[in-house]
Each structure stands twice: as C-alpha cells, then as structure tokens.
C-alpha cells in the first residue's frame, strides 16, 4: 500500500539509503556472519533458561535486573574469568559492560571518540560492519596491508610517523588481532608487543575487536592485546556472536573506567535484553568450555569442504590461504573478475557472497576477492553452492577455465 503522506521532507541530512526489503536468505548462503545451526547448544541452552527463569525471574520487573546499567552480574564475573584464564586479561566486573552484540560496542566506542575529519588507522581488509561505520561518520581511514601474521608493523610505524609529520593524531588504531576478519590471520604475540609499543609511542588507542578468538583450530589463543598493554590506552570489545549464537545479541566492552565513564552515558537503551544475559550467565559456567571445542571441530570439517569445493570447482583460479579459525574464507580470483557483478549475478541464481571492496579500505584492492561464510550452510550446500557459483563466475568472466576437472566451452 502506498502511503499518501510524505516524510521525505522532514528527514534530517545525512539519513543512511533506505533499506530494501527483506526478502529472505539466498539458497546458497555464503554471507554473514551466521554460525552452524547444529551447532546451537540447544538442550543446554533450555536448561539454562529454565534455571534463570525460576531462581531469578522475578527481576525482570526491574530495568537491568537491579544489577546496574553495566549488566547482568553473573555473566560479567564469568567473563571476567574467562578472559583471565583465555587471554591474560585482569580486569574487574566493574572494567565490563554488556552490550547488544559487539556492533553496539563500535558505535559506542566511535560516538564516544570521533568526529567528522578524524583520523582512523584499520587494516586493509577489514570488517564491513566497521568501515560502513566510518563512512557515514565522514572519518579518514588510514589503510595497513597485513600478512599472514597480520597487521604490518612497518607499514603502521611509517603510517604513524606520516601522519604525526602532517599533525594528525589517530583517534584509534582498530584491529582484530586473532582471527582477522576477513583474511583469519592470527597476530603473534611478539607483533603484538610491537603494536602495543607504537600505539603508546605516539599516544593513539588501540580498538581491539576479538569476537573470533574462540574459534581457532587448536586453541593456542595468544594473550590479548588489553592484557599486554595491562589496559593501558586499549578498548577490548568482544561478542556471543561466533561462540553461542548470533542472535542472542550480547557482546561487551572491557575498558578503563576513564573512558568507560564517557562510554556508559552514551548507551540510551536503558541495558541489553536482561533474557539472554541471564541465559548465558548461566549457560556459560557450566557449558562453555565444553560447548566451544565441539563448535571448532564443526566449522574445521565445513572449512575443508570448502576448500575442496572451491579446489574442484575453481582449481587455480581461486587462492586462498587455509585460516587457523573462524568462519570465513578470503578468496582471490583472477584480476578481471569483479566480485561486485559476481554477487549479483551469482544472486539472482540463488547464491549470495560478500563481494571484496565491501571488506577492504582500498576499494579497488578488493575488487576481485570475495568472502566466503561457510559456518551456516549445510555441507552439500556448500558443494552445491560453490559448483553454481563457478558456473555463473565462468559465463560472467570465462573464469573458471576449468570445473570439476571438465574444460568449459
Ligand atoms: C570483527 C567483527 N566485529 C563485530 C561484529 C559484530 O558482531 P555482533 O554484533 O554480532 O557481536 C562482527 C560480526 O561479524 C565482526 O566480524
């Protein structure tokens, strides 16, 4: 039905594009950040509600459970623990605050520091979610290549000596250190000592994104780069998102109370959903550890049906390197392939991927990389899926020359 009254007058400049409908997930899904729905920890998760519900159900009746605006209680010591005994962190309950899922925790941390014309320091392939963020805030970034330990230290100091010699102060240097999004690198500890040390060295934060380091194959987590900096000048954010379940929505931000304080009053709405902080509070004592090696092992044997697709399907046309964890794939295909029009070629057959220069600072060095989600699809639809998608990349750019060792005519 159209609507004969007319708000566009009356949208303030700057509005965001309006959102297209929602018109349901493509068969073969790739994009996302959507986890294995085996892998939800169902029967525990019941269990846990019900304990939650009938010990202390009765305060939902009170704005963040009476616990205060940071969170509910028990899942702040749980983390507290947690990230003590997985990433070095010592910090407090009163160091944490609970958010809805660890987008909220980028816009908190970005209202609370920057303006329009600052200056921010990302790596080159980065998080959508983040960049998109920066755009509409009207805020430089800076760009660091990274290898396969992550962020380049040598790029970053010449980039910070740079810009220092220009009198611009970085507002932040945002990394995800363990498990990049998208290449999956793992920044080792010494690398990580060399950020901290530059970071101080030139007074810019480091905005430290960890919401993946659950997920590494052998578990070998390196510390965090809040602990190595003993929380010195760093903001830790990290999520539910990739261990538990996405739509839970809880992530939370550790920081100094210094910068905690201007962060908190920025958070308007009166403290995250109370049902799910509850239900990890108490699903994750007793069933976190033993849940996350099980979810690991999943997403592994999805990644290598993966790769063995993407093998088949594409042979050498498409290069990736094998991640040490997570969820996604970071794929180069051959240069005159424009994974923008492939994804919408490849969507109007029913498969969606997220194109490269949505997840990279140069837009033009992502133009032929795609990332590839592979937690959520089943693994035949990852086989199906990636068969169909080199079908429609070889009549789109004649590339695959190849498929399932079968020469395309
Ligand atoms: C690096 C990074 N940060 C933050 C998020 C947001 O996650 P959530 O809001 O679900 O915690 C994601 C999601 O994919 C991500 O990849």
Redesign the pocket.
């Known amino acids: 039905m159209t609507s004969s009254f007319d708000f566009a007058p009356l949208f303030p400049a700057g509005l965001p594009a309006p959102s297209a409908r929602w018109t349901g997930l493509a068969k073969y899904s790739f994009v996302?950040?959507n986890n294995d729905s085996e892998q939800v920890p169902l029967d525990e998760l019941i269990e846990a509600a019900n304990l939650a519900l009938q010990r202390e159900g009765r305060s939902l009746a009170t704005y963040g459970l009476a616990h205060g605006p940071q969170g509910y209680l028990p899942l702040r010591e749980f983390l507290v623990s947690k990230l003590k005994r997985d990433a070095g962190i010592n910090c407090t309950v009163d160091d944490l605050l609970i958010v809805s899922?660890?987008?909220?925790a980028?816009d908190l941390v970005n209202n609370t520091l920057l303006a329009r014309g600052d200056t921010v320091i990302f790596e080159q392939d980065s998080?959508q979610?983040?960049l998109n963020r920066l755009a509409r805030l009207g805020v430089n970034v800076a760009g660091i290549p990274l290898d396969a330990d992550g962020m380049r230290m040598d790029v970053l100091a010449t980039t910070l000596a740079d810009l220092k010699s220009r009198g611009i102060r970085p507002k932040y240097i945002y990394t995800?250190p363990t498990v990049q999004?998208p290449t999956g690198s793992i920044m080792p500890e010494s690398r990580r000592a060399e950020l901290v040390r530059l970071a101080a060295e030139y007074g810019v934060p480091i905005f430290e994104?960890d919401?993946?380091a659950d997920l590494i194959w052998n578990g070998e987590r390196p510390p965090a780069l809040y602990a190595m900096a003993q929380g010195e000048g760093v903001i830790h954010?990290g999520?539910f998102?990739?261990s538990v379940a996405?739509a839970l929505?809880v992530?939370y931000i550790i920081a100094r109370w210094e910068i905690l304080s201007r962060i908190l009053p920025l958070k308007t709405d009166a403290g995250s959903g109370a049902l799910e902080q509850m239900v990890l509070g108490e699903f994750c004592p007793a069933h976190f550890e033993a849940h996350v090696p099980k979810l690991r092992a999943g997403l592994r044997a999805k990644l290598v049906t993966l790769m063995e697709a993407l093998a088949e399907q594409f042979g050498t046309a498409a290069e990736f390197d094998d991640p040490p964890g997570g969820i996604y794939l970071w794929v180069k295909l051959p240069d005159n392939v424009d994974t923008q029009e492939l994804a919408q070629a490849a969507l109007a057959e029913g498969i969606a991927i997220n194109p490269g220069p949505e997840w990279a600072t140069d837009r033009a060095y992502g133009k032929s990389r795609m990332r590839l989600c592979f937690a959520n699809p089943s693994h035949q639809a990852i086989r199906d899926g990636i068969a169909a998608l080199a079908g429609v990349c070889h009549r789109k750019f004649g590339v695959p020359v190849r498929m399932a060792n079968v020469a395309r005519g």
């Open positions: 996302g950040g899922g660890s987008l909220q980028l998080y979610g983040s995800i999004n994104d919401c993946y954010i999520s998102s990739k996405p929505r992530g």
